[in-house]
């Protein structure tokens, strides 16, 4: 997926699928006296049109996920990913419409950024809250961002691998029955340190907003 052969690991995202169950209903009745039988049909017919269920699946707020590649601004871009191809490069998806991911990389001297836009859009608010909060869960150490989406969370990590530092900071918002997800990380590969920790939330969290932005406009950036 990258152009560079850099020493960074990145951890595979999984999307958890949602599952809907449907409840199932019974008609219950007495003996039937031969006035009660002649009735009967048209008795049936009303209750099931009454207590039935609804076939009528809630209305989404998102029906599909919107183009990654264009939900930044090039300005954007250029600031949090020095020296990349504003168009970035989009993931391949098994199902677009749920699910679309686009990438920018580049080094810039010895300095090394990679950046993450993802959309994912889920068959309910339930669902997307539900794989919100499990996501959270298993991020330790971060924090609320307030005035993003429903609800959205960052956190940033520093991993060392032979002598090499990477910081990478996770955003994760929700709106409606859809997440945003943003991955922001950096190297210095001639000092070997990393960036500060504020320099990758905020950059994250930059990305995220304007992200949200796209997804609530139905549009690009």
């Given at each position: 997926m990258r152009s560079l052969p850099l020493p960074l690991a990145l951890t595979a995202r999984l999307t958890p699928v949602a599952v809907l169950a449907c409840a199932g209903w019974a008609l219950a009745s007495g003996p039937e006296t031969p006035s009660a039988a002649q009735d009967a049909p048209r008795q049936e017919t009303?209750?099931?049109?009454?207590?039935?269920?609804?076939?009528?699946?809630?209305?989404?707020?998102?029906?599909a996920a919107p183009a990654p590649c264009t939900s930044l601004g090039k300005k954007t871009i250029g600031s949090l990913v020095p020296g990349a191809k504003t168009a970035g490069k989009e993931i391949p998806s098994s199902d677009s419409d749920e699910r679309r991911t686009c990438s920018w990389n580049a080094l810039d001297g010895y300095d090394y950024r990679w950046l993450d836009v993802s959309f994912e859009v889920m068959d309910s608010d339930a669902a997307a809250e539900k794989s919100y909060k499990e996501r959270v869960a298993d991020r330790d150490g971060g924090g609320e961002v307030p005035g993003l989406g429903d609800a959205a969370y960052s956190v940033v990590n520093l991993t060392t691998e032979d002598d090499q530092e990477t910081r990478e900071g996770v955003v994760l918002a929700r709106s409606d029955n859809a997440l945003v997800i943003v991955t922001y990380n950096g190297s210095d590969f001639e000092s070997k340190q990393a960036p500060s920790t504020d320099e990758i939330n905020k950059g994250a969290i930059k990305a995220a907003k304007e992200a949200m932005a796209t997804l609530e406009d139905g549009g690009s950036a």
């Open positions: 009303g209750r099931q049109s009454a207590s039935g269920p609804s076939t009528t699946a809630a209305p989404k707020t998102y029906g």
